[in-house]
T-cell receptor, first 113, second 115 residues
């Protein structure tokens, strides 16, 4: 099955700085890569996603890049704010195989005011 | 309405109790999921229902029994649980299990404590 690795496990940045979280996956058949943000006491919320036929996607301060050859994708958050503090999970999915999500191990991001 | 609701928010139960977790969505989704999440870990898939039929059971112990009464509701029946079953139980839904753009919407979870 798919194996997703995520780094770093914890990340602290000063408010206004950028944060980058990286994930690698093992199965070249994976074709959908969402990122979820989970705040304390809440369920994961999708913040951005990318499909395998796209190299980059941006939504305001958040961007995701995908390198299919190297089998890695990254989340970029610019101009970080304290409310960005949360745990972030990447995932890799192979469609047509039951939509099973393979989650990364999570990154706990702390934005220091 | 892009919301998945779960009840109760918190549940404390003894090892001999029987309880149920409930999940509801009104997005017309035909796939629903149960996940278990331990602290500081990613969600672990337990069950997948597709068109009200169980399609994936990730070797979950029989003390967890899922039920999908209709396309909007998903239950998880709990019986004779162990303290190590204490976790956050998340429900999610998606359009189906095969579409090529298939975001999973997660509920807020039920925090379960087994004494």
């Amino acid at each position: 099955g798919e194996n997703v690795e995520q780094h770093p496990s914890t990340l602290s940045v000063q408010e206004g700085d950028s944060a980058v979280i990286k994930c690698t996956y093992s199965d070249s058949a994976s074709n959908y890569f969402p990122w979820y943000k989970q705040e304390l006491g809440k369920g994961p919320q999708l913040i951005i996603d990318i499909r395998s036929n796209v190299g980059e996607k941006k939504d305001q301060r958040i961007a995701v890049t995908l390198n299919k050859t190297a089998k890695h994708f990254s989340l970029h958050i610019t101009e970080t704010q304290p409310e960005d503090s949360a745990v972030y999970f990447c995932a890799a999915i192979i469609f047509n195989t039951g939509n099973q999500f393979y989650f990364g191990t999570g990154t706990s991001l702390t934005v220091i005011p | 309405d892009t919301e998945v609701t779960q009840t109760p928010k918190h549940l404390v139960m003894g090892m001999t109790n029987k309880k149920s977790l409930k999940c509801e969505q009104h997005m017309g989704h035909r796939a629903m999921y149960w996940y278990k999440q331990k602290a500081k870990k990613p969600p672990e898939l337990m069950f997948v229902y597709s068109y009200e039929k169980l399609s994936i059971n990730e070797s979950v112990p029989s003390r967890f029994s899922p039920e999908c009464p209709n396309s909007s509701l998903l239950n998880l029946h709990l019986h004779a649980l162990q303290p190590e079953d204490s976790a956050l139980y998340l429900c999610a839904s998606s359009q189906d299990t095969v579409s090529s753009y298939n975001e999973q919407f997660f509920g807020p979870g039920t925090r379960l404590t087994v004494l």
